[in-house]
């Protein structure tokens, strides 16, 4: 302290004046602490404020290092200032934290100056401490009172907030489209939204001094209370009326169409019951307006199809007597074709004869036409009349094949049966021939020369099924099932045997399917094809 110098007194001081006194005095006196500190950082001064602020007496203090004073962990930072002022620097007023002895937390503002000997060199640091702890407590306080009125500002904002949802809630369930009214225990309304006005005709006051029933057609008010005490009773949410048609009853005595969903609420002690009510009327006239439409469409379609139905019978009428018609002369034509080729008149020249072989050929080609168009047109137009019996496949089967065998021989096709057929069938002979020659005769029309057609059968259940296989040109599985429709032929068919009606199968599916039958194809292209048909067994 030895730089410290007073002013020099312009006439001899009295002895209480004398410097060194008057400075220890006022250290002493100072509310701060005032240290003297070696430049190794050990203490060497401690003046009275330094005891009330850091706690430590002048004598616990003194020669003891200055770090004790620090915070824990901050040791290191008194050492950089220690550095700091070792290199002559000052450090004015920066708060830090240090220890009181008791342990406590104080807050000071530290000043720290080098102290310098006679020849300017450091010998020591004076520090000076001001204990700011009240203080920053008190900034402490009024900062815990700020975030606490932030808090209620937070709390005041929830408020805010929930008011505005309940004020949307509100708008929500008041113009919600749907009527919402809610009743007590006894069926009165203690509740309504604005759409309940709107839709029953009555004011809010009126709506309050109703009960329920009020709201419904006269004839379904009866036993309501009881259902609705069922209802508070199993507390559950759940449609109104499940499949009944609902109705409303407005102010002016007008029934509506509604459908009504329930909720219980319970509050307190007491349970009411919410219905959101919704008009249906719109979409029930939608409804029946659909539902004319489709039955209009309906009666219409019906219509069309007896015309369509009408119409079909009556072509198939025509053409049962066009063909009647054209039948009755070309047996005339073919009887006396068969006539002159008995040449009982007049020798033939061969040119004649030739011709006769074509007007023959012809003209049974034509009867043969003509007998399926008038087939087919009979069983179309209901015509055909079925003699069903119990028949002997086997005898019916054997009489086809020998009636075909001619034909397939004179195209190098072999016939027969694969095995005795013992089984007894419930059909029309007449009609069983027409379908079996049919099959049979197409198979050794599309069977290269060489090949063969077999007809198999066995029991299948309650049915027998037929299978008349043949080893030719076999039908694409495309076609398979159009080759039994009215005049198709398969289209690649080999030329030269173009001969048909295209009609042939046609009239077998009518008839198998006349006598409880079913008929089908299995074929590959060049693998022969199996045409199967089945019909009842006649026996067990
Ligand atoms: P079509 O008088 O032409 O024989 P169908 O109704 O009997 O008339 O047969 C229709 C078509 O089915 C035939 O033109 C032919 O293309 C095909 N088809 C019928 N049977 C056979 C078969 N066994 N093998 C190959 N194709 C056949």
Not at 185 to 202: D, K, L, P, T
Not at 212 to 227: A, K, Q, T
Not at 238 to 244: A, E, K, N, S, Y
Request: hydrophobic share 40%.
């Amino acid at each position: 302290m030895s730089d410290i110098s007073l002013p020099k007194p312009s006439h001899p001081l009295p002895e209480w004046l004398n410097p060194e006194r008057w400075l220890a005095s006022i250290v002493e006196s100072s509310e701060d602490a005032i240290i003297g500190e070696s430049l190794d950082g050990v203490i060497m001064s401690w003046n009275s404020g330094a005891t009330r602020i850091f706690g430590y007496s002048a004598e616990e203090a003194v020669g003891k290092p200055v770090t004790m004073l620090a915070w824990p962990g901050e040791e290191a930072r008194v050492e950089a200032y220690l550095e700091r002022l070792r290199e002559g620097q000052r450090v004015d007023h920066f708060e830090v934290l240090r220890r009181h002895q008791d342990g406590h937390r104080v807050i000071v503002s530290l000043s720290l100056s080098p102290i310098m000997d006679n020849t300017g060199s450091i010998v020591g640091i004076a520090k000076i401490a001001r204990d700011l702890t009240a203080q920053r407590n008190a900034t402490d306080l009024l900062a815990e009172r700020d975030s606490q009125l932030a808090v209620m500002t937070e709390q005041e904002a929830l408020a805010r907030a929930e008011t505005v949802f309940e004020r949307r809630f509100h708008e929500l369930l008041e113009y919600a489209p749907d009527a919402i009214v809610q009743v007590d225990g006894q069926g009165r309304i203690v509740v309504a939204n604005h759409s309940a006005e709107q839709m029953f005709g009555y004011s809010r006051p009126e709506l309050m001094q109703l009960r329920v029933e009020d709201l419904m057609p006269e004839g379904v008010r009866h036993g309501h209370d009881r259902h609705r005490a069922d209802f508070m009773a199993a507390n559950r949410t759940r449609p109104m009326g499940h499949g009944l048609d609902l109705y409303a009853l407005r102010k002016d005595r007008s029934t509506f169409p509604v459908e009504i969903s329930l909720s219980p609420v319970r509050a307190g002690e007491d349970t009411f019951v919410t219905a959101v009510i919704r008009d249906v009327s719109q979409r029930r006239e939608a409804e029946s307006r659909m539902r004319e439409l489709q039955e209009s469409y309906m009666a219409e379609l019906r219509d069309r199809q007896a015309e369509a139905e009408r119409l079909n019978r009556l072509k198939s009428e025509f053409m049962a007597s066009i063909s009647h018609e054209l039948r009755t002369p070309l047996h005339t034509v073919i009887g006396f074709a068969e006539l002159l080729a008995e040449e009982t008149e007049a020798q033939l020249s061969d040119r004649q004869r030739r011709f006769l072989t074509h007007i023959r050929k012809d003209s049974e080609h034509l009867l043969g036409l003509i007998n399926d168009v008038l087939d087919l047109s009979r069983i179309e137009a209901g015509g055909l009349t079925l003699h069903t019996e119990s028949l002997g496949l086997h005898a019916v089967a054997d009489e086809v094949v020998e009636s075909i065998r001619p034909y397939a021989e004179s195209r190098s096709v072999s016939v027969h049966l694969a095995a005795p057929m013992d089984f007894d069938v419930l059909a029309d002979r007449l009609r069983l021939r027409q379908i079996l020659t049919n099959l049979l005769s197409n198979g050794a029309k599309f069977t290269p020369s060489g090949g063969s057609v077999t007809v198999h059968a066995r029991r299948d259940a309650d049915m027998v099924e037929v299978a008349v296989v043949d080893t030719g040109v076999g039908i694409p599985r495309e076609e398979s099932g159009r080759i039994f429709e009215k005049f198709y032929q398969v289209g690649y068919t080999p030329v030269g045997v173009r001969e048909g009606t295209g009609l042939g199968l046609a009239i077998c599916r009518q008839l198998v399917e006349m006598q409880s039958g079913r008929i089908w194809v299995e074929s590959e292209p060049g693998q022969g094809s199996r045409f199967i048909f089945t019909l009842p067994a006649a026996s067990l």
